[in-house]
Nanobody, 123 residues
Framework: VQLQASGGGLVQAGGSLRLSCVAS????????MGWFRQTPGKEREFVAG????????QYGDSVKGRFTMSRDNAKNTVYLQMNNLKPEDTALYYC?????????????????WGQGTQVTVSS
């Protein structure tokens, strides 16, 4: 599967952004989908994930209550709605896909990755 993320940008603290990730060349509905983020010198951090059916979502502790992930299997697309953004949310955000069954894995060992979209939150 190939992933193309978009929607990043520059926003003031307290603002909102919505990231999108479109999948191609694969059976989208067979994959758990997720978002990770990374800043220079740090490990890639789990942000959010959704199971293949969309029935279960999981969030990193730092974004719970502010970010919402969803998927539209008919459009081969996942979304990450980010509200009440903080300067510490500034990072390169990656879309990822995982074919492993069961629980959403929060380590960056997923099968496929998009190219990343930059989110910058000013204070």
């Amino acid at each position: 599967v190939q992933l193309q993320a978009s929607g990043g940008g520059l926003v003031q603290a307290g603002g909102s952004l919505r990231l999108s990730c479109v999948a191609s060349r694969g059976t989208f509905s067979r994959y758990h989908m997720g978002w990770f983020r990374q800043t220079p010198g740090k490990e890639r951090e789990f942000v959010a994930g959704v199971t293949w059916s969309g029935g279960t979502t999981q969030y990193g502790d730092s974004v719970k209550g502010r970010f919402t992930m969803s998927r539209d299997n008919a459009k081969n697309t996942v979304y990450l709605q980010m509200n009440n953004l903080k300067p510490e949310d500034t990072a390169l955000y990656y879309c990822a896909a995982d074919q492993r069954a069961g629980w959403i894995v929060t380590t960056p060992t997923w099968d496929a990755w998009g190219q990343g979209t930059q989110v910058t939150v000013s204070s």
